[in-house]
Nanobody
Framework: QVQLVESGGASVQAGESLRLSCAAS????????MGWFRQAPGKGREGVAA???????TYADSVKGRFTISKDNAKNILYLQMNSLKPEDTAMYYC??????????????????????WGKGTLVTISS
């Protein structure tokens, strides 16, 4: 069983930056695509960014140009660099890993419920 642990969430003001990390353990077997997702209070889970094993990336329109997803394969760590943060970015942020889907499909609302492994989340709060 793959274990994912997010860190880096904080409360910051609009316009500031934050970097989230997701450490993966027991990360063996088939190659994984990975992604970041968020859930705001009272709303459903939304795809934010995804990355394939080869490093290709996919972003939600709402974060393009502001967020960057990356990974350190040697250390099994996934990152999300978040710049120019907005109040609407406030949410619990989760990382996920999947063996079945490529990164380009990971953010699809129909696919999100089918992803294999999830972390417990880290809270990001952006004040205006």
């Amino acid at each position: 069983q793959v274990q994912l642990v997010e860190s880096g969430g904080a409360s910051v003001q609009a316009g500031e930056s934050l970097r989230l990390s997701c450490a993966a353990s027991r990360y063996t077997g088939s190659p994984y695509s990975m992604g970041w997702f968020r859930q705001a209070p009272g709303k459903g889970r939304e795809g934010v960014a995804a990355i394939d094993r080869d490093g290709s990336t996919t972003y939600a329109d709402s974060v393009k140009g502001r967020f960057t997803i990356s990974k350190d394969n040697a250390k099994n760590i996934l990152y999300l660099q978040m710049n120019s943060l907005k109040p609407e970015d406030t949410a619990m942020y989760y990382c996920a890993a999947d063996r079945k889907y490529g990164g380009s499909r990971l953010l699809s609302p129909a696919v999100i419920p089918l992803l294999d492994y999830w972390g417990k989340g880290t809270l990001v709060t952006i004040s205006s």
